[in-house]
């Protein structure tokens, strides 16, 4: 016997498919939608489908935008000679919080994982090397996360741009700060050595 009404159900069942969310959240995250006062629920979904119809990747960069170029390849004041390559664009947005980074992007969307049969032709690797050839790039830096497949990605893609001469950079990891020497594994005791330098 069905104790919930079909709509229900399947909208419980759209939210559980989300990344993150467990079956308990989505069925609340249903409960509270259900609760919104129909003008409310209306835009919710109407702004789903503007950003599925008006969202897509800039043909530069490959970051999302709703422009025909993003904004930030569309600024002039950015040095174009160093792209910053990210796996995901959450990250583009990590690394403009800092304000520091005063050059380009490339968003791969993915990292090379075998384990779940992601190869290099998965992600946009080939989008980058074109760029990189046709542009006058002086430096990548590799900005993909510390982990087994952000490093092999690194790798293999700093590989691919040798021949390209072009100077491939990797971001340094080390000892978060506030935090304490005592509780730092060995990995990430060694990577801040290796990422010392000069005060």
Known sequence: MRVFPVALERLTEQFARLPGIGGKTAQRLAFHILSLPPEQAEEFAASILEAKKTVHLCPVCQNLTDRDICPLCDDDTRDRGVICVVAEPKDVIAMERAREFRGLYHVLHGVISPLNHIGPDDIRIRELLTRVGREEVREVIMATNPDTEGEATAMYISRLL??????????????????????????????????????
């Open 162 to 199: 040798r021949p390209l001469e072009v100077r491939v950079t990797r971001l340094a990891h080390g000892i978060p700060v506030g935090s304490q020497l005592e509780f730092a594994d060995e990995v990430t005791l060694l990577r801040a050595l290796q990422g010392r330098r000069d005060i």
